[in-house]
């Protein structure tokens, strides 16, 4: 199956805004859980929202509240709006796929399906917020 291709990343003030999407068709299953994931420089990789095919969504605590994620299922495209972004939120943004499964059914990580459970990943993009 196709990788996900992040597109939307790049430079804003602390306090701005971006949008990533992330174009990831599902081929075979009807359900499937798809999910955000980061990695800042020097921190292990972690989980930053998921959704899955009834919509049912997730976001983590450190992003609740700025983060929202959301898909348009026509266009296989999943959304992460990024709302008063901080320099924490400095980090490669990664998409990420399973198939045959929602969320709820897989083991969860804090707020976020664990990322170990996720069968296809995206090259990631860089999103760099400024002081």
């Known amino acids: 199956q196709v990788q996900p291709v992040e597109s939307g990343g790049g430079s804003v003030q602390a306090g701005g805004s971006l949008r990533l999407s992330c174009a990831a068709s599902?081929?075979?299953?009807?359900?499937?859980?798809k999910a955000w994931f980061r990695q800042a420089p020097g921190k292990e990789r972690e989980g930053v929202a998921g959704?899955?095919?009834?919509?049912?969504?997730s976001n983590a605590d450190p992003m609740q509240g700025r983060f929202t994620v959301s898909q348009d299922k026509a266009k296989n495209t999943l959304y992460l709006q990024m709302n008063s972004l901080k320099p924490e939120d400095t980090a490669v943004y990664y998409c990420?796929?399973?198939?045959?499964?929602?969320?709820?059914?897989?083991?969860?990580?804090?707020?976020?399906?664990?990322?170990?459970?996720?069968?296809?990943w995206g090259q990631g993009i860089l999103v760099t917020v400024s002081s």
């Open positions: 959704i899955d095919s009834d919509g049912s969504a």
């Open positions: 990420a796929v399973v198939s045959g499964h929602d969320c709820y059914s897989l083991s969860w990580c804090g707020d976020v399906p664990c990322s170990n459970q996720f069968e296809r």
């Open positions: 599902i081929y075979t299953y009807n359900a499937y859980c």
